[in-house]
């Protein structure tokens, strides 16, 4: 394929996150720790882990190991789990993909051609106890699937915007037996996610013919600055985008030479910094068995170091999801009911 692994050209990191990493010292940051949703292939419902500002990456299981919220609506299945919260913390929304592979006579094809066009949604106003799920139907009937959602608040409109991957099919063909239009990167916005905005493209590569899926952010610290990872479904590997013009502004991609992360096969990327250290991100791709995780202190050069699980205490066997920001008061709210 020409594509050479990456890692023999970066400067590794220690394998430990010990405090051997030199980093600037920690501005006063509000959060006191990281709860990490997930699921599992077998049971595909949102299942949480903590951990704390000390050991980001050292992720207890919550709930005794139990699903906190089990899907009753659409498939009845949730894969690809995303918690968010507005800025003021009041609403808090976790998304899922509503998706079940174990469903009798279950085929991708059917999956990609007549699978949900909805997401299901549960809302919160204290992270501790949830609504009742809905499917909120975001993609036009024209979609073949809504998979693989994320979210970015935007304070100053008081608006979601929600992203998630679909391929289109031809207006006239209603059942979508024929073909579709490359998976890509699609978006609404939302005040509330109940009302949406007509879906739209963010994404699509089809004049360079690579279909995507699996887009998340990473919030870089300053307005307008962010990093994006992307799944390449033609090669199955993550690569990463960054900007400084927001959103919708100039995208660079980062590894140098139409390169990836790793050029193994990868996906769900997570990305989240350490709320400690000013300048350390962490990275979760899923190798199709479990997360593996990375860290990076030069996020704008794509510069990602793999970490052991024994290192960082890392559960073996996580799936697609997020890692979410908590507070101090969150985090306590958390361990109290959860832990
Ligand atoms: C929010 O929207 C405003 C106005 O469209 C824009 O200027 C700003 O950059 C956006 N902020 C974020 C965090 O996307
Ligand atoms: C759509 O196509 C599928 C697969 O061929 C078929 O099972 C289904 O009955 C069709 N639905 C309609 C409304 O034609
Ligand atoms: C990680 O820990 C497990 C359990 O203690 C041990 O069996 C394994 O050898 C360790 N792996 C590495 C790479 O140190």
């Known amino acids: 394929m020409g594509i050479l692994p990456l890692l023999s050209t970066l400067s590794l990191l220690p394998l430990s996150l010990s405090s051997t990493i030199p980093h600037k010292p920690a501005p006063e940051y509000p959060y006191a720790g990281y709860l990490l949703s997930t699921f599992t292939d077998a049971n595909p419902a949102v299942y949480w882990y903590l951990s704390s500002a000390e050991n980001p990456l050292a992720f207890k299981p919550l709930n005794a190991g139990n699903p906190v919220l089990t899907s009753t609506v659409g498939t009845k299945g949730n894969r690809d ?67 693989a959602p994320s979210v970015i608040y935007n304070a100053t409109e008081e608006e979601y915007y929600l992203f998630w991957a679909s391929r289109l099919y031809s207006p006239s063909d209603t059942n979508h037996t024929g073909p579709a239009n490359l998976d890509r990167i699609r978006y609404a916005t939302t005040p509330d996610f109940i009302s949406f905005s007509e879906p739209a493209d963010y994404v699509a ?9 699996d887009q998340e952010f990473l919030y870089l610290g300053q307005e307008g600055h962010y990093a994006r990872f992307l799944k390449d479904e033609n090669v199955l590997h993550v690569y990463q985008e960054t900007t400084t013009t927001g959103l919708f502004g100039d995208w660079t991609r980062t590894q140098d030479g139409g ?69 101090g008061r969150e985090y306590e709210a958390v361990l109290k009911r959860f832990g």
């Not at 590569?205 to 899926?213: R, V």
């Not at 899923?286 to 290192?311: H, M, Q, R, T």
């Open 259 to 327: 390169e990836y992360i790793r050029a193994s096969v990868y996906e769900g990327p997570a990305a989240f910094p350490d709320v400690r250290a000013d300048g350390r991100y962490y990275l979760l791709m899923d190798n199709y068995v479990e997360y593996v995780p990375f860290v990076s202190e030069d996020v704008e050069e794509g510069e990602w170091a793999e970490l052991g699980f024994n290192a960082t205490g890392l559960p073996r066997g996580l799936k697609h999801g997020n890692v979410f920001l908590l507070t």
């Open 81 to 147: 789990i995303f918690l968010t919260a507005n800025e003021e913390r009041s609403e808090y929304f976790v998304i899922t993909t509503d998706l079940d592979i174990n469903a009798p006579g279950f085929s991708w094809d059917e999956a990609t051609r007549r699978g949900s066009r909805g997401l299901v949604i549960w809302r919160s106003s204290n992270l501790i106890d949830w609504d009742e799920p809905y499917l909120a139907t975001i993609e036009s009937p024209q979609a073949g699937m809504a998979w």
């Open 205 to 213: 590569l089809d004049d360079e013919n690579i279909p995507l899926i």
